[in-house]
């Protein structure tokens, strides 16, 4: 909590962060509600099986019945962008990688394991890395253009390190 801010750092689609953001708007009391995601992904989620385990849906749904002020840290330029920076030759190299390390375990006949997204993965590294920057931009100057309004921050726990070094910056 940064005086009337307030991160909620979840894990999608968990039972335990579902009912922690019902608390937290209860208890809160937000004018701001703030989402992880971008606009387009909210609606995608909101027409899909899993609404009612999402708290991104809770909490946007709470603020339309509400009548908060809802934004989106991300956005499809966003992720455009984002993928023009990935430089496909790393992409080649992990999927070299993966390919040979599969083909390894042909050879040695071990079952093939999966690729996961994990924070070992640079992929999985390189794209949380840079969703951080731009929701960091995205939260200081929401703060800025909301002084004196309680603002909550919904936002997935693998960008609680890197969006909260990257606000000690601002």
Not at 10 to 29: M, P, Y
Not at 40 to 62: F, I, P
Not at 83 to 110: A, D, G, H, T, Y
Request: hydrophobic share 45%; proline share 2%.
């Amino acid at each position: 909590m940064m005086g009337r801010t307030h991160f909620l750092w979840v894990t999608h689609n968990d039972l335990d962060s579902l009912r922690e953001v019902g608390l937290v708007l209860k208890s809160f009391e937000p004018d701001v509600i703030c989402l992880e995601l971008s606009e387009s992904t909210l609606k995608r989620l909101l027409a899909s099986k899993y609404r009612d385990s999402s708290e991104m849906c809770v909490a946007y749904e709470y603020a339309m019945r509400a009548r908060k002020r809802v934004y989106f840290l991300e956005t499809e330029q966003d992720k455009c962008q984002l993928l023009r920076e990935i430089s496909f030759f790393r992409i080649f190299l992990l999927l070299f990688q993966f390919v040979l390390f599969n083909l390894k375990n042909l050879i040695l006949l071990r079952p093939p394991k999966k690729l996961k997204m994990s924070p070992n993965n640079w992929l999985w590294k390189n794209i949380v890395t840079e969703r951080d920057k731009i929701m960091a931009k995205r939260i200081k100057s929401i703060i800025s253009n909301h002084k004196g309004k309680r603002i909550l921050f919904i936002i997935g726990k693998a960008h609680k390190m890197g969006i909260l070094r990257r606000l000690e910056c601002y």
